[in-house]
Antibody, heavy 120, light 111 residues
Framework: QVRLEESGGGLVKPGGSLRLSCAAS????????MGWIRQAPGKGLEWISYISTRGSPVYYADSVKGRFPISRDNAKNSLFLQMNNLRAEDTAIYYCARVPYSSSWSFELWGQGTLVTVSS | QSALTQPASVSGSPGQSITISCTGT?????????VSWYQQRPGKAPKLLIHEVSNRPSGVSKRFSGSKSGNTASLTISGLQAEDEGDYYCSSYSAINTLVVFGGGTKLTVL
């Protein structure tokens, strides 16, 4: 079964760090670009990061650039988002998603999301 | 404020057709054919309905269709069904600032 499953969310204080993981199964993970998209409570979707098949190049939204490095481990079929210097406005559900092919800017397969809450 | 502009809500009766618009600029939606549409049911992850303006992924109903004219893209849902209720988001590649921009979302109510 083709699937993405996020983990690692939780409650963290402002300025703290959190590492999100996304486990892929049912497809050849190393063949696909991957991305992270977030959704603040009751709000719309916001793209935040994108990584190529081999881990470089990577791309970031201005809102997370320099704070949220994205990475992947193709041997472990896993995608990661290291979230540093967290702010209240980073509170959101974080989704990992698969990109259908390298020149696409859409997301064809999504995980169920993991909730990150930044609060003191 | 979202980079792409969508109506906050639309509604229709079962069997009818509705269209959701998505307006951008020549630096994003108008300049590239990388427009996508997503459906998000309450409490669920988004689902890709349309990519590259008008292409449906395998398994997506033919009742969903996409188009683009100038700086405005449209998603049309024909033969409206109760299960179509939810939020719909457009997105596009953007040549400035962030690479992928989303619309603010449109809530579809089936009357």
């Amino acid at each position: 079964q083709v699937r993405l499953e996020e983990s690692g969310g939780g409650l963290v204080k402002p300025g703290g760090s959190l590492r999100l993981s996304c486990a892929a199964s049912g497809f050849t993970f190393s063949d696909y670009y991957m991305g992270w998209i977030r959704q603040a409570p009751g709000k719309g979707l916001e793209w935040i990061s994108y990584i190529s098949t081999r881990g470089s190049p990577v791309y970031y939204a201005d809102s997370v650039k320099g704070r949220f490095p994205i990475s992947r481990d193709n041997a472990k079929n896993s995608l990661f988002l290291q979230m540093n210097n967290l702010r209240a406005e980073d509170t959101a559900i974080y989704y990992c998603a698969r990109v259908p092919y390298s020149s696409s800017w859409s997301f064809e397969l999504w995980g169920q999301g993991t909730l990150v809450t930044v609060s003191s | 404020q979202s980079a792409l502009t969508q109506p906050a809500s639309v509604s229709g009766s079962p069997g009818q057709s509705i269209t959701i618009s998505c307006t951008g600029t020549s630096s994003d939606l108008g300049g590239y054919n990388y427009v996508s549409w997503y459906q998000q049911r309450p409490g669920k992850a988004p689902k890709l309905l349309i990519h590259e303006v008008s292409n449906r992924p395998s398994g997506v109903s033919k009742r969903f269709s996409g188009s683009k004219s100038g700086n405005t893209a449209s998603l049309t849902i024909s033969g409206l069904q109760a299960e179509d209720e939810g939020d719909y988001y457009c997105s596009s590649y953007s040549a400035i600032n962030t690479l992928v921009v989303f619309g603010g979302g449109t809530k579809l109510t089936v009357l």
